[in-house]
């Protein structure tokens, strides 16, 4: 694997793609290299912890499946960046889909779901935590289109086409996100001290 661990990955997309059929190292390493990486903006992008796992191994089994059709026309990165992209905004609108259906007859209106317990169990630094929550509480509509360009790096132009809105309204939900972010995290970090000084 030492070998594999040195190469770009434009080599190692190569290496996979001439190496025996039951040869994964290659892919294996990209795997390695990114899956962290992927799980994370997975969460980000579904707004679902609990989700993230599973939709980052189904990216991974979608690039293997597709790494035949990597053109070379943008870099290894960018294009799983897509792929991942696609697959969570698809994963969001199909529950955004069953949401509306899994109406709860008790509470007409209300949807039939309870939100997940997001970071129980996690131990991390406070800060990267509040960082978490705070995304997490952005709506959809701003949370995506900040996570594709301040993560993954998209451009405008293409967050638009991702999410089937036009250019202008992509760069305002950005701005507004960045914005909603700012001001939500400012206030999880007064909140605290304005408890101890109630004290």
């Known amino acids: ?41 997975c969460r980000y992008l579904s707004g679902s912890p609990d989700e993230a796992e599973d939709l980052a191994q189904e990216v991974m089994v979608k690039l293997f499946f597709g790494l035949r059709s990597f053109e070379g026309r943008s870099s290894f990165r960018t294009w799983m960046m897509r792929i991942k992209s696609n697959h969570c905004i698809n994963f969001v609108k199909k529950r955004r889909i069953e949401t509306v259906e899994l109406e709860d007859h008790a509470n007409p209106g209300r949807a039939a779901s309870v939100p997940p317990d997001a970071w129980r169990g996690l131990e991390k630094a406070e800060a990267a935590q509040r960082v978490r929550e705070v995304l997490l509480k952005l709506p959809e509509s701003l949370r995506i289109p900040l996570v594709l360009r301040d993560m993954d790096g998209l451009e405008y132009r293409e967050i638009a086409a991702d999410m089937g809105i036009g250019l202008s309204a992509a760069k305002m939900r950005i701005m507004r996100g960045r914005a909603e972010f700012r001001r939500l995290l400012g206030q999880s970090v007064a909140s605290p001290e304005a408890e101890t000084t109630a004290r």
């Open 1 to 41: 694997m030492s070998d594999y661990r040195d190469q770009t990955d434009e080599a190692l997309v190569q290496s996979a793609l001439s190496s025996a059929e039951d040869d994964y190292r290659a892919f294996e390493e990209l795997v390695r290299r990114y899956e962290g990486r992927v799980q994370t903006n």
